[in-house]
């Protein structure tokens, strides 16, 4: 059965994020497994004189202990009893919460990770640049992000950002294994500058490479212009209603006609108003249209 991570720091950020995942997941038939990422105390933590058994089960107690806040929190959250549902519980001891995340998430092969984030805000780099910013860099599968200020937890329109590199294909065709239960749309969205024309032939050529090597029915292609990438897709949000974003992330750092989609990449990942799914190119190597 797939598998979808969630992990949770108990903050409000992570609660709709949660429902978000549980409903993801049922409607996906998946499998969610609900973590936490802890660290041990240190020995000399709650110090104390008293008389204490000469062989504690320290990491028993500890995990019993973060389980079962764990499990109280999803209970709340989701407002029934995890017995009931198709959720697992678990604790995770590690001194990085990006480490632990990621270990669990190659030990289960998840499906995709998903984690709260902050809304848009005066320290959103700060955000995005810790937890979220790394596992973005180096999960391997897809992270997707959640705001606290998403008010819907469906999932009917998607735009997926591209500068039509080789790996975009490949994390489309993943993207639409996701999406498929939704019958979601998948906007295919280029955003060129304005000295980068693509004729209509050029788009019909695209068009068909995509729907020879992509197998969706709900698909379209959308190619816009402008030197100000940020800006065009914030406004195509609202005239397309879109209800998530996908983005392939790029760890290169070579001056390349592909600064401009990096650019918006680095935008979009500190934009904080629309749940964000981010395929690492890393996990796709090349995808070949020929």
Partial sequence: ???????????????????????MSTKM??????????????????????????????????????????????????????????????SIENKSVVKGIIKKANEINALLIVIGIKGLSEIREIIMGSTAKNLIENAPCPVLTIPNNVANTQIKTIIYATDFEDEDFGAINELVEIVKPFNAKIKILHISPLDKTIDK?????????????????????????????????????????ADLIAMLERRSSSFSS?????????????????????FNSK??????LE
């Fill in 258 to 278: 592909k600064v401009f989609h990096r650019d918006l990449v680095k935008r979009l990942e500190s934009y904080g108003k629309i749940p964000l799914l981010s």
């Fill in 29 to 90: 038939k998946a499998k969610l497994l609900v973590i936490h990422v802890f660290d041990y105390p240190t020995m000399l933590d709650h110090l104390s004189l008293e008389a204490e058994d000469p062989f504690p089960d320290i990491e028993g107690e500890t995990h019993k202990k973060h389980n079962a806040k764990l499990t109280a929190f999803s209970e709340r959250v989701l407002n029934t009893s995890v017995a009931t549902i198709n959720i697992e519980i678990e």
């Fill in 201 to 241: 032939s050029e788009k019909k050529e695209i068009e068909a490479k995509i729907h020879e090597h992509i197998v969706y029915p709900n698909l379209e292609l959308d190619i816009l212009y402008s030197n100000d990438a940020f800006k065009t897709l914030k406004s195509y949000f609202g005239t397309s209603n």
């Fill in 1 to 23: 059965m797939k598998t979808i991570l969630f992990a949770t720091d108990y903050s409000k950020n992570s609660e709709l994020a949660l429902k978000y995942a549980y409903n």
């Fill in 283 to 288: 996990n796709y190597g090349i995808f070949h």
